[in-house]
């Protein structure tokens, strides 16, 4: 019920400014599809013969894909937004081992009846290619995750807020399910005597993007993502996912991305991943 009046009160406010704001209301264009997408390749090679301060072969790759396909007529405007991700890496005789795994496709519609505040729809679907699997110190690996297994669905809609082109936030009650087939850690209630595949809660969804031109050559993004479940909110999942880009010439560039995910029911602890790369990117569209 708070979360209801909030919303009304939230669109009152966006009712008042859109009406306040009637004659500067820009009457957007039919600019139908606009597209962009980038790949972008990092590789590391080390071989050693006859070297006798020691070291380790090595071998490591990384492909990216991302992109954006936007529409916009009139006061609508919708969003598409993935990115893709996969690599591996070779020590020794370690054999082969995954270091990079991403699904992570956004859509968002918003509705432009004001000039900062406006409503919005979204769904979102995070997942991976491949089977993740975690090594002890005797090296022996236990499968952890996979394709679809889990997979976080969420679905949401409320107020999205751009006060200035380079920040833009939306809050919203959101739904999400966990898919999962044989992990089911990421989705089973332990109140319960049976094991639960799926997951489906209520709750609130922040999501903050920041894209920053620091430097004429240097990029900062940066995003921010809150999932609240309304019932268990001590509970609350948020993940974080910061990028520098720094654009050497037209085709290398150096990558530095930091992300952080705090999932209280799948670890106590706060996951971070660093990532440092000089990469070739290539603007595919």
Partial sequence: ???MKILLFLFAINFVLAQESKPVLPALADTSWKHTMILSANITQ????????????????AL????????????????????FGYGQARLGTLGTRKTDDMIDLGSVV?????????PYASVSLK?????????????HDTSVSNFFDPAYIIQSAGIAYQPVSEVKTRLGVAMREIVTKTHTVYSDDPTTTQVEKTKVEGGMESVTEVVWTVMENVVLHAKFELFA??????????RSDNSLSAKVNKFLSMNFNIQLINDPPVQARTQVKETLALG???TLL
């Avoid at 080390?46 to 070291?55: N, R, V």
Wanted: aromatic fraction near 18%; hydrophobic fraction near 40%; charged fraction near 15%.
């Fill in 46 to 61: 080390i071989s050693f013969t006859d070297w006798s301060q020691g070291g380790e072969n090595a071998l490591a790759y």
């Fill in 1 to 3: 019920m708070k979360i």
């Fill in 127 to 139: 997942t991976q290619f491949t089977e993740g699997v975690m090594y002890n110190a005797a090296g």
């Fill in 64 to 83: 990216f894909l991302e992109g954006k396909s936007a529409y916009t007529k009139y006061a609508i405007e919708w969003v598409n937004e993935y990115k």
């Fill in 280 to 282: 070739i990117n290539f």
């Fill in 229 to 238: 479940p309304v019932k268990h909110f001590s509970q609350t999942t948020i």
């Fill in 110 to 118: 918003t509705y432009k009846v004001g000039t900062i505040i406006n």
